[in-house]
T-cell receptor
Framework: EDQVTQSPEALRLQEGESSSLNCSYT??????LFWYRQDPGKGPEFLFT???AGEEKEKERLKATLTKKESFLHITAPKPEDSATYLC???????????FGKGTSLLVTP | NAGVTQTPKFQVLKTGQSMTLQCAQD?????MSWYRQDPGMGLRLIHY???????DQGEVPNGYNVSRSTTEDFPLRLLSAAPSQTSVYFC?????????????FGPGTRLTVL
């Protein structure tokens, strides 16, 4: 059974203080690992898809990396507008659905 | 494109009432799915569909019915609402072919069952 564990559950950063969010996973054949951002009262917004170990993707202050067991979402010099819940999900080769972790709630203070 | 739309945005029901949550997408996506999101539980899959006329159960299907008569629409039916179904419901869609797995989510329906 696919499992996705995100850590920490919550993270508070000062503006400009870089950090990383972790997503550990077990899946029988990885079809893709997905990162989403979710603002309060909104639906998840797609950020990245990673398909194989060693792959990296960047978007503004965010950089996602992937190994065979985990993915990191690095946030460089965050701003208050980066405050949100970040969700990680995996899809296995044998299934259609995404299996989500519980998310990391990020708060960036000025 | 409007993307994935959901109605209503908010709904309050009494125990035992029935209702349908609407979901529509205008991207011609074959795959559509319904999730519920509860505090501390993350997003959990209720039902999904890989095309018109084809549906299947997800992780938490009990108490919910779905049908897919068109590519665009994927309604979720609660036949007899229970307080345990109080949650935020998200519909999502993505194409099943091609080089992308990107799944797009709707804005959600917040349901309270009293």
């Amino acid at each position: 059974e696919d499992q996705v564990t995100q850590s920490p559950e919550a993270l508070r950063l000062q503006e400009g203080e870089s950090s990383s969010l972790n997503c550990s996973y077990t899946v029988s054949g990885l079809r893709g690992l997905f990162w989403y951002r979710q603002d309060p009262g909104k639906g998840p917004e797609f950020l990245f898809t990673l398909y194989s170990a060693g792959e990296e993707k960047e978007k503004e202050r965010l950089k996602a990396t992937l190994t065979k067991k985990e993915s990191f979402l690095h946030i460089t010099a965050p701003k208050p507008e980066d405050s949100a819940t970040y969700l990680c999900a995996v899809r296995s080769n044998s299934g259609y659905a995404l299996n989500f972790g519980k998310g990391t709630s990020l708060l960036v203070t000025p | 494109n409007a993307g994935v739309t959901q109605t209503p945005k908010f709904q309050v029901l009494k125990t035992g009432q029935s209702m349908t949550l609407q979901c529509a997408q205008d991207m011609n996506h074959e795959y559509m799915s319904w999730y519920r999101q509860d505090p501390g539980m993350g997003l959990r899959l209720i039902h999904y569909s890989v095309g018109a006329g084809i549906t299947d159960q997800g992780e938490v299907p009990n108490g919910y019915n779905v049908s897919r008569s068109t590519t665009e629409d994927f309604p979720l039916r609660l036949l007899s609402a229970a307080p345990s179904q109080t949650s935020v419901y998200f519909c999502a869609s993505r194409p099943t072919g091609g080089n992308t797995d990107t799944q797009y989510f709707g804005p959600g329906t917040r349901l309270t069952v009293l």
